[in-house]
């Protein structure tokens, strides 16, 4: 695609983030740009079900990751900003004005800085992550539309849709070293782990060109489907994964001869493509039918479509956030209260199960006993309990799926008590930033004999 152009009513994608935003981690989130929805879908691709939508800015195109998974950046296009999410909440929380047009963006691998081309300026912004503020504006071409990183970061690979060529940024000066010619039309740069080539598609030729990082020219030219857009290297370097956007197709391409060797059709109007940490994925936005396609990258099929916003642009992966700890809390009793006898409640604390450990701070556990019942003796394994507050409290870490021993509180039932009592209790702390609450309601028994009854 030669660049945000109105096709059958629809906006067409140019480019979106780079794959270099996916980080190593056994458990990872997938973050999709909805270009016509104006949200960002996370995909938990365990799971491969849609978690969260988040709301961005304007016709959201590219999307990348932090390479420690705690933020994700998504390039604004119609509101010439980025968003930042916070991906342990999944919400928006800053928005950093930018030039105009932005489509793609690349986070460097330390996580310091991102690379925004803003296509209407024909210059990259470059963010410092700490800040969130730009840094720096680089003029690099015509109709800036995509950027990739090398792994070692020391340069940025700008691909220019309206000048034909990619533009070579030091990010040590944020300079422009090298400008290299390919074909006609380019979209999207993938680069390869070792950082030794850069591939190209080249949308209206119909190839992708080659880059050798060494000598920043261009090797090779490889045919590939019609309309050739996103490209998306295998962590192992093995292989290409292209996008073909009128053959409704994705080619394969084997880095080792660079030629392609499979196919893979059922898409509509694949845009971009990301794969996953083990490589075991590839994800493409089906940007005509709003879903994702996950290709099995061994057989090379589709064995899945996830529903997402309408039309998909950017696709990143990234480590899921690190999940903190969730509390939970139960009390019960054994069968009814009699009037004048001694009741007793178990109080449970645990830790919910998929949730991170407790952080190892004081967990307190708090009891509010309602009028009619008065505490005699409180206590459990481990807690240190003070009978006249009804508070147990504790330290150490909890994991999750497990429980602390439990609390045992034993109250007196009042002669006068009512037919029902409520008890309620709480538990907070251990890094949990909510207050648990539990409830027992409980039935009270006749009077027993007056001797045992006191008011």
């Given at each position: 695609m030669a660049s945000l152009a109105m096709v059958a009513g629809a906006l067409l994608p140019v480019a979106a983030s780079s794959p270099a935003s996916a980080a190593s981690a056994p458990q990872q989130n997938a973050y999709v740009a909805n270009f016509g929805s104006a949200t960002v879908s996370v995909i938990n691709a365990v799971t491969q079900s849609v978690t969260a939508t988040i709301p961005v800015g304007s016709h959201p195109a590219g999307v990348a990751v932090t390479p420690n998974g705690t933020r994700a950046y998504v390039a604004n296009y119609s509101d010439n900003n980025v968003s930042v999410i916070d991906t342990s909440t999944n919400?928006?929380?800053?928005?950093?004005?930018?030039?105009?047009?932005?489509?793609?963006?690349?986070?460097?691998?330390?996580?310091?800085?991102?690379?925004?081309?803003?296509?209407?300026?024909?210059?990259?912004?470059?963010?410092?992550?700490?800040?969130?503020?730009?840094?720096?504006?680089?003029?690099?071409g015509g109709n800036d539309v995509s950027v990739a990183i090398t792994p070692n970061g020391s340069r940025a690979y700008v691909v220019n849709n309206g000048g034909n060529t990619v533009t070579v940024i030091d990010t040590s000066t944020n300079t422009v070293t090298a400008t290299i010619p390919v074909g006609r039309s380019p979209d999207w740069a993938a680069i390869t782990p070792d950082?030794?080539?850069?591939?190209?598609?080249?949308?209206?030729?119909?190839?992708?060109?080659?880059?050798?990082?060494?000598?920043?020219?261009?090797?090779?030219?490889?045919?590939?489907?019609?309309?050739?857009?996103?490209?998306?290297?295998?962590?192992?370097?093995?292989?290409?994964?292209?996008?073909?956007?009128?053959?409704?197709?994705v080619s394969v391409i084997a880095t080792a001869s660079n030629t392609v060797t499979a196919t893979i059709t059922g898409f509509t109007g694949p845009g971009l493509v990301a794969v996953n940490a083990d490589g075991s994925q590839a994800y493409v936005g089906d940007f005509s039918d709003s879903t994702v396609s996950v290709?099995?990258?061994?057989?090379?099929?589709?064995?899945?479509?996830?529903?997402?916003?309408?039309?998909?642009?950017?696709?990143?992966?990234?480590?899921?956030?690190?999940?903190?700890?969730?509390?939970?809390?139960?009390?019960?009793?054994?069968?009814?209260?009699?009037?004048?006898?001694?009741?007793?409640?178990?109080?449970?604390?645990?830790?919910?199960?998929?949730?991170?450990?407790?952080?190892?701070?004081?967990?307190t556990v708090h009891d509010t006993l309602p009028a009619g019942l008065l505490a005699t003796r409180?206590?459990?394994?481990?807690?240190?309990?003070t009978?006249?507050?009804?508070?147990?409290?504790?330290?150490?870490?909890?994991?999750?799926?497990?429980?602390?021993?439990?609390?045992?509180?034993q109250a007196r039932i009042s002669c006068t008590a009512p037919k029902q009592v409520t008890n309620s209790v709480t538990v907070t702390g251990g890094g949990d930033p909510h207050t648990h609450t539990a409830t027992d309601p409980t039935h009270v028994k006749g009077d027993p004999p007056r001797q045992h009854c006191r008011p």
């Open positions: 919400t928006v929380t800053t928005t950093i004005p930018v030039g105009n047009g932005p489509v793609g963006l690349a986070i460097t691998p330390d996580g310091s800085h991102l690379y925004v081309a803003d296509s209407g300026d024909a210059a990259v912004a470059v963010i410092d992550t700490a800040s969130n503020t730009v840094i720096a504006t680089v003029p690099a950082g030794a080539r850069v591939y190209v598609t080249n949308s209206a030729d119909s190839t992708v060109s080659v880059i050798d990082t060494s000598g920043n020219t261009v090797t090779t030219t490889i045919p590939v489907g019609a309309d050739p857009f996103g490209a998306a290297v295998t962590p192992d370097g093995s292989h290409v994964y292209i996008t073909n956007f009128i053959d409704s197709s290709i099995d990258t061994a057989s090379n099929t589709i064995t899945s479509a996830i529903s997402v916003g309408s039309a998909p642009y950017g696709i990143a992966f990234g480590p899921a956030a690190a999940r903190g700890p969730s509390l939970t809390i139960t009390k019960r009793h054994p069968g009814k209260f009699t009037r004048g006898a001694i009741g007793t409640y178990r109080i449970s604390v645990g830790n919910a199960s998929g949730a991170g450990p407790t952080d190892g701070s004081t967990v409180i206590g459990g394994p481990g807690w240190q309990c009978l006249a507050t009804l508070t147990c409290s504790r330290n150490g870490v909890l994991a999750a799926g497990r429980h602390y021993p439990p609390i045992m509180l």
